[in-house]
């Protein structure tokens, strides 16, 4: 099982947010998706969810094409996701944040359930345990009973993964899950991450938070203005001189970066002394 993008494009207009992308995603791994904003990162996790359209090229998991794909077929075909802005059902507790995953899978087995107590007993505490297992892989099994949208900040973040790995996606992608949250709950996310490396899973991860990418993936394509600029091991990023210019300039521009900050360092000084 592979996810593939071949010569992937999406546009707007005149404006190009992907620009000839081809890259391969294999099982087992985490793989990481970093870039400066504009890149094209999410733009790549939507294209994959059916959330945005293919301008050009395509995407295929094992051999068959996900963007000619209504959204809810991509889901159904093993593909989960979460958002930079958290997406919960707030009103809907923490256990039903999850159950309601397997609405698609059961809605055929309604009638049968109407129509025999004991077999929908049955089925309704074989998803409350698949529910609960799956809230004790990120410590939330006590908030079960509780509203989503009373959890704070962090916890949230949690049940947002949770969900989407309640029904064992094959495809799991994370957009930003460490965005908002603070020193230890970065840490405590990059573990329960790391646990949920299973052999028939890919798992893609768009996020800024360096420390928890070089930690936690496994490889990394590095975005920039749309195109793939590089691809490799944590420690062949790091060391890549493309990536490097990328992100942090040539010397002669980080020279010119610092003059222009100390300049404007003077001016302020030169307005304050004139106020005094």
Not at 8 to 17: E, M
Request: aromatic fraction near 6%; include cysteine.
């Amino acid at each position: 099982m592979t996810l593939t993008f071949d010569r992937l494009r999406k546009q707007y207009g005149q404006v190009v947010a992907i620009d000839d992308v081809t890259a391969s995603f294999a099982p087992g791994l985490i793989h990481g998706v970093i870039g400066p904003n504009g890149a094209g990162k999410s733009t790549l996790i939507n294209m994959t969810a059916g959330s945005y359209s293919v301008s050009a090229g395509s995407i295929a998991l094992d051999g068959k094409r996900l963007d000619t794909l209504k959204k809810y077929q991509i889901a159904n075909s093993g593909v989960a996701r979460t958002y930079q802005n958290i997406r919960l059902f707030d009103q809907m507790t923490v256990l039903e944040n999850l159950e309601v995953c397997f609405y698609p899978a059961d809605v055929g087995g309604t009638l049968k359930e109407v129509m025999w107590p004991p077999y929908a007993a049955a089925r309704r505490e074989r998803r409350r345990e698949k529910c609960m297992e799956t809230l004790r892989l990120f410590d939330l099994q006590g908030y079960a009973q509780a509203e989503a949208g009373s959890l704070p900040y962090g916890r949230q973040r949690m049940l947002e993964i949770a969900r989407a790995l309640v029904c064992d996606p094959r495809v799991l992608l994370l957009d930003e899950p460490a965005a908002g949250l603070n020193h230890h709950e970065t840490a405590e996310l990059t573990a329960r991450l790391a646990a949920q490396r299973l052999p028939d899973r890919i798992t893609i991860i768009v996020e800024h938070d360096m420390d928890l990418v070089m930690s936690l993936c496994d490889n990394i394509i590095v975005m920039h203005h749309g195109k793939l600029l590089f691809q490799g091991t944590p420690a062949e990023v790091q060391a890549s001189p493309d990536v490097q210019l990328a992100y942090l300039g040539t010397a002669n521009d980080i020279d010119d970066i610092r003059a222009a900050a100390q300049d404007r360092r003077a001016q302020l000084g030169i307005r304050a002394r004139r106020r005094s």
